[in-house]
């Protein structure tokens, strides 16, 4: 069955401090992966994807994921946390341009 | 373009009443999805439409949930007999499917339902 996991439910990270949040897949054939952010009362908003070629991808506000084969890892990284980076963030596979799975999220709060 | 809209917003309701959804897509999108949220949990698909056709039902879907895109446009997700193990978030989603096996999803602010 495909999955997806993030195995931090909570970080903590202090302003101005890198971040990292880690994601594993399982699944038949390397599916794509995105990593979307969700705040408070909000839709989800596409952070950034992989498809194929480049294993370090950017995206938006300052994010970045690596995909790593051998470790089945999408994980995503910023260099410099902003308060405005407290959310909750997922990652997601997908398999044949079809359904989206959904790791449980990880929520990411900021200390001044 | 005004991005995929939900409605209500919120929706509060005593066990055993129907609700109804609206989820109205990005316009010349031709797929739609609909997820539940659970309270710190990721979504989980329920099920999707292309065009007006229903091509793949979760099994979290049971008889008591039904969906319907009639006309290929918006659609409606349906909940009869409501239990509190249905209070989460209904988010819905619509893409463009063309030649390219990939397709990204446009969430909407999603449905808060609550079932007293």
């Known amino acids: 069955a495909q999955s997806v996991t993030q195995p931090d439910i909570h970080i903590t990270v202090s302003e101005g401090a890198s971040l990292e949040l880690r994601c594993n897949y399982s699944?038949?054939?390397?599916?794509?992966l995105f990593w979307y952010v969700q705040s408070p009362g909000q839709g989800l908003q596409l952070l950034l994807k992989?498809?194929?070629?480049?294993?370090l991808v950017q995206g938006i506000k300052g994010f970045e994921a690596e995909f790593k084969r051998s470790q089945s890892s999408f994980n995503l990284r910023k260099p410099s946390v902003h308060w405005s980076d407290a959310a909750e963030y997922f990652c997601?596979?997908?398999?044949?341009?079809?359904?989206?799975?959904f790791g449980g999220g990880t929520r990411v709060l900021v200390k001044p | 373009d005004t991005g995929v809209s939900q409605d209500p917003r919120h929706k509060i309701t005593k066990r055993g009443q129907n609700v109804t959804f609206r989820c109205d897509p990005i316009s010349e999108h031709n797929r739609l999805y609909w997820y539940r949220q659970t309270l710190g949990q990721g979504p989980e698909f329920l099920t999707y439409?292309?065009?007006?056709?229903?091509?793949?039902k979760s099994r979290l879907l049971s008889d008591r949930f039904s969906a319907e895109r009639p006309k290929g446009s918006f659609s409606t997700l349906e909940i009869q007999r409501t239990e509190q193990g249905d209070s989460a978030m209904y988010l819905c989603?619509?893409?463009?499917?063309?030649?390219?096996?990939?397709?990204?999803?446009?969430f909407g602010p999603g449905t808060r339902l609550t079932v007293l």
């Open positions: 439409f292309q065009n007006e056709a229903q091509l793949e």
């Open positions: 992989y498809f194929s070629g480049d294993t």
């Open positions: 989603a619509s893409s463009l499917v063309g030649g390219s096996a990939y397709n990204e999803q446009f």
């Open positions: 699944y038949g054939a390397t599916p794509y």
């Open positions: 997601a596979g997908q398999a044949a341009g079809n359904k989206l799975t």
